[in-house]
């Protein structure tokens, strides 16, 4: 079985200073914050206790002066000892509550996002009428044709860039409708629309000549059954994730609906079946598995309408071809759009639509678009892909300064030790994505809690037990042994207390990696929090990330040769996916491996990578084996584009150049004429320009550049910076 790594977790390896050193900055800026936070805290705690001491003072010599009056003689010692410190007391449990003014603090600028969030204006339900009630029509009535009528559409984030143009179409009901075209040209967006993502701008969107608007949204999507190019699975069971098309489905619809996706032969071949996990975002499976999965997701619910997006994109002959036949059948009786550049997808599709900048400029079946000669849907195959991409305040000071710091280093050094395991150790359910936020940030939170303000209020009530203990003893030790019988009790029942909720705090930890939610269960969730970082601090990884060790060939020539290789992943013990195998790749040579799913293509790329080592046997770089050489060193020579690639959240520019340090602009404007992507580039809103050359920003749910292209650009210009490919896997 093949175990596709994710782009995102290559490129982090690759660029482990990179990724450091952006971690650094954000939690400098943090730990300023805290102390901000602690300075005012601590001036504000100051201030009270001045105003105690005063009522003392000012208590103490008022009624002195009454004493000592001539003309009033009604005060006397006893009402001011009873007054003076009743007052005082007063004040000073100001000092008890500021703690709690702090927490409602907290919790006010939390909810202040929440609830601009509650209160923000919902467009989707604008038009829903009460025409649904009285019909009484359920989801499972929701069909006919669909109908672009005039769409126009332009995203919140680039209201200058038209998507879609006066867009007309119809998808009629019973049959398949295809979407061709150039990447932008609009096509996924018509989902999108069609899904209630988005609103168009103008235009109509009609089901049955029924505004789109007029259903139900959540009923809507019932109706929907819907199979993207980039599947996503859960970090639970493949049963469970195909049960999430359907929640009440039975047993035997799962595992039909998996017969129909060509899923259900290869899941009965895993060690634990229907019940084998799937690993975050389908990690444990190849890709054209989790393609299958995804599409028995679909299929599981018996959906009215069926959109394909690249459904088959990830299979492999064999299997798209019976996957094909497969959705043929499931498309009978359904409406369906499908977005394809393959043609055996779209040959035997009714209706063909060419989209290009948002209209349709032509349209027919195959045969008669094929008839024009006009090659359209080869030329839009051939296009890129686009997508996105005082003494208290010395105190509390004190105290939330070495806190922040403390917080700061363990995030860091996390961070790092997190940066240095390898592959396998994120194979591991307990090392999800989940589990690795919820260390950086509520765990580290919770040890700050530990040391912070709260370390101190536990040193004064611990030196304040000393010296009344000390004090006592000395004015009347009878009276202090009667005083300290009560310690031991409460001293039982606060260890009894921190021992059950460290058993608490590590049962709801399984909810909290998954959800990623942060919660603080005071000093006992400090404690069990700074266990778990010593854990990582001291764990030794199999191949170390951050290593500098091993040898660099001098004159490397890319001769590679797989000797003897056996290999299992370590989470799946009982599934070799590699026997004896054997390659020899001579330097300049163009190898293509090519099988069925599963068959360990893609473990071949992870093992050349080093993400994992082999079980036995060796690879040989030039005839020495990898494991001696550095890892540094043997990836800067390894280029990598994979099926699922990913971009970051930052400019298309820092996405070309991401891992590369100081890199000139001309160098990465070059590298996108390679890949014949700067034109493009160049037509997009100007955000800034820097010699010539627009950097844009892109949004998370923008379609804007294709993830290869970037991908091949970073290659390419690890080329421009020395790191040149000797060969081609």
């Known amino acids: 079985m093949v175990h596709n790594l994710t782009n995102d977790r290559l490129f982090l390896m690759k660029s482990l200073s990179t990724q450091d050193q952006q971690y650094e900055r954000e939690l400098y800026s943090t730990r300023w914050s805290n102390v901000r936070q602690g300075v005012l805290y601590g001036v504000f705690i100051g201030w009270l206790s001045l105003m105690t001491y005063l009522v003392y003072a000012v208590g103490f010599i008022f009624s002195s002066l009454l004493m000592s009056s001539k003309d009033d003689h009604r005060v006397n010692i006893t009402d001011i000892l009873i007054i003076v410190p009743i007052f005082a007391q007063c004040m000073g449990m100001f000092n008890y509550m500021i703690p709690f003014f702090q927490s409602f603090s907290e919790a006010r600028g939390a909810a202040a996002e929440v609830f601009r969030l509650i209160e923000e204006g919902n467009n989707v339900d604008v038009n829903e009428k009460v025409v649904w009630k009285e019909y009484t029509e359920s989801f499972y009535n929701i069909d006919g044709d669909i109908e672009f009528d005039n769409v126009n559409f332009t995203y919140p984030s680039r209201k200058d860039a038209s998507v879609l143009r006066n867009l007309s179409f119809i998808a009629r009901a019973g049959q398949t409708t295809a979407l061709v075209g150039s990447n932008g040209s609009g096509k996924s967006t018509c989902i999108s629309l069609f899904l209630r993502y988005y609103e168009p701008s103008s235009g109509q969107i009609r089901i049955s000549g029924q505004q789109l608007t007029d259903y139900n949204v959540q009923q809507l999507r019932q109706s929907i059954g819907v199979v993207n190019q980039e599947p996503i699975l859960?970090?639970?069971?493949?049963?469970e994730n195909i049960r999430f098309g359907k929640v009440n489905a039975t047993r035997a619809e799962i595992e039909q609906a998996a017969r129909d996706a060509n899923a259900h032969n290869f899941i009965m071949q895993l060690p634990n079946k229907y019940e084998t996990l799937a690993g975050e975002r389908g990690i444990q499976l190849s890709g054209g598995e989790k393609q299958r999965i995804a599409l028995a997701r679909a299929l599981v619910k018996q959906p009215k309408f069926l959109l394909l997006d690249e459904a088959t994109s990830a299979l492999d002959n064999i299997s798209e071809r019976l996957v094909q036949e497969a959705l043929d059948r499931a498309c009978k009786g359904r409406t369906t759009i499908v977005i394809a550049h393959r043609l055996t997808t779209i040959q035997n599709a009714h209706q063909i639509y060419?989209?290009?900048?948002?209209?349709?400029?032509?349209?027919?079946?195959?045969?008669?678009?094929?008839?024009?000669q006009g090659a359209c849907v080869l030329n839009g195959a051939a296009q890129p892909m686009f997508a996105v991409l005082l003494a208290k305040t010395v105190d509390y000071t004190a105290f939330a300064i070495s806190g922040s710091q403390l917080t700061q280093r363990i995030r860091s050094k996390a961070f790092a030790c997190l940066l240095r395991q390898e592959v396998a150790y994120f194979d591991r359910s307990d090392n999800n994505s989940g589990a690795i936020y919820n260390r950086l940030s509520s765990d580290a939170s919770a040890i700050q809690e530990m040391t912070g303000t709260r370390l101190g209020a536990i040193c004064e009530a611990l030196s304040m037990m000393f010296f009344g203990l000390l004090l006592g003893s000395f004015i009347s030790w009878q009276l202090a042994l009667i005083a300290v019988g009560p310690l031991f009790i409460i001293a039982i029942v606060t260890y009894t207390d921190v021992r059950v909720r460290l058993w608490m705090n590590h049962q709801s930890n399984q909810i909290v990696e998954r959800a990623c939610t942060v919660r603080s269960n005071r000093i006992a969730s400090s404690l069990s929090?700074?266990?778990m970082f010593f854990d990582l601090f001291e764990r030794i990884p199999t191949i170390d990330n951050s290593?500098?060790?091993?040898q660099e060939l001098i004159d490397f020539r890319g001769e590679i040769k797989f000797d003897n290789v056996k290999f299992i992943y370590p989470t799946r013990p009982t599934s070799?996916?590699?026997?004896?195998?054997?390659?020899?790749?001579?330097?300049?040579?163009r190898v293509a491996l090519v099988g069925t799913s599963g068959c360990g293509k893609s473990t071949i790329i992870q093992l050349l990578e080093?993400?994992?080592?082999?079980?036995?046997?060796?690879?040989?770089?030039?005839?020495?084996?990898?494991r001696l050489l550095n890892i540094h060193w043997l990836r800067s020579h390894f280029g990598l584009v994979s099926q699922e690639p990913v971009l970051f959240d930052l400019t298309i520019a820092e996405n070309i150049a991401y891992g590369l340090e100081n890199v000139p602009m001309e160098h990465i404007i070059n590298a996108a004429r390679k890949a014949n992507i700067h034109q493009f580039i160049d037509r997009l809103p100007q955000v800034k320009k820097i010699q010539n050359y627009i950097i844009y920003y892109i949004p998370y749910y923008c379609i804007i550049l294709t993830l290869e292209t970037v991908q091949v650009l970073r290659h390419q210009l690890e080329g421009e910076e020395g790191l040149v490919q000797d060969y081609t896997l």
């Not at 859960?234 to 049963?239: A, E, L, N, P």
């Not at 290593?547 to 091993?550: F, I, N, V, W």
């Open 234 to 239: 859960f970090g639970i069971s493949i049963y």
């Open 354 to 372: 060419l989209l290009d900048n948002g209209s349709v400029i032509e349209q027919g079946t195959h045969k008669t678009l094929m008839a024009k």
């Open 529 to 531: 929090a700074a266990k």
């Open 547 to 550: 290593s500098t060790e091993g």
């Open 576 to 589: 070799i996916i590699l026997n004896q195998f054997q390659l020899d790749i001579k330097p300049s040579q």
């Open 610 to 626: 080093r993400f994992y080592d082999t079980t036995s046997g060796q690879i040989l770089l030039d005839g020495v084996d990898i």
